[in-house]
């Protein structure tokens, strides 16, 4: 099996920043892409950002230019930078790595890690 095991959730004010980190580790040697997604109660899932192995990445509307997503440590490892929070990306973040097989994709998910912007 796959596990994700995320850190660097926390409190922070307006306008700081926080580092997300998501190590994949398991039976997968490497996914096709790896991401982040966040959730508030009652509402879907949105793409925060996510990269693939050829180190394409996206961005969800509301963070364009304000977060970095990036792979290393052979590519397992994904870290989301995010810069000048605001009180609205208030959420919990959702690691996720996805393996397509053929025409279907089997998803991976973290257990989430909170991130709190207030003053």
């Known amino acids: 099996q796959v596990q994700l095991v995320e850190s660097g959730g926390g409190l922070v004010q307006p306008g700081g920043s926080l580092r997300l980190s998501c190590a994949a580790s398991?039976?997968?040697?490497?996914?096709?892409?790896m991401g982040w997604y966040r959730q508030d109660p009652g509402k879907q899932h949105e793409l925060v950002a996510s990269?693939?192995?050829?180190?394409?990445?996206d961005y969800g509307d509301s963070v364009k230019g304000r977060f970095t997503i990036s792979r290393e440590n052979g590519k397992n490892t994904v870290i989301l930078q995010m810069n000048n929070l605001k009180p609205e990306d208030t959420s919990v973040y959702y690691c996720?790595?996805?393996?397509?097989?053929?025409?279907?994709?089997?998803?991976?998910w973290g257990h989430g890690t909170r991130v709190t912007v207030s003053s």
């Open positions: 996720n790595a996805k393996k397509t097989y053929g025409v279907a994709d089997a998803n991976f």
């Open positions: 398991g039976t997968i040697s490497s996914f096709n892409s």
């Open positions: 990269i693939t192995s050829d180190d394409l990445a």
